[in-house]
Nanobody
Framework: QVQLVESGGGLVQAGGSLRLSCAAS????????MGWFRQAPGQEREFVAG????????YYGDSVKGRFTISRGNAKNTVYLQMNSLKPEDTAVYYC??????????????WGQGTQVTVSS
């Protein structure tokens, strides 16, 4: 059974930073692209960032470009999201995701349970 477990969410002031982590279990997880989505109350789930299995392809949503950085751990079964210059509009539940195809995360196979990020003004 594949599992994605997020950690690192919390409350931060505007302008601050947080680092989210996602640990994936499963014997073939190193071949998956991994990424992050977020969903604010009353809004649709939004693509935040994706990284290929090798780490060579990376994509970001327009709203986070230049502020967020996605990376994979050396074991390839962990993905991180470094979030800098946080804004109140970044407040959302952040979900880790895994896609067997591409880092654009258009066909997500697995989702994590989500971690809350709240940015106060």
């Amino acid at each position: 059974q594949v599992q994605l477990v997020e950690s690192g969410g919390g409350l931060v002031q505007a302008g601050g930073s947080l680092r989210l982590s996602c640990a994936a279990s499963g014997p073939t997880f190193s071949i998956y692209a991994m990424g992050w989505f977020r969903q604010a109350p009353g809004q649709e789930r939004e693509f935040v960032a994706g990284i290929s299995s090798s780490g060579s392809s990376i994509y970001y949503g327009d709203s986070v470009k230049g502020r967020f950085t996605i990376s994979r751990g050396n074991a390839k079964n962990t993905v991180y999201l470094q979030m800098n210059s946080l804004k109140p509009e970044d407040t959302a539940v952040y979900y880790c995701a895994a896609d067997r195809l591409r880092a654009t995360m258009r066909h997500v196979d697995y989702w994590g349970q989500g971690t809350q990020v709240t940015v106060s003004s």
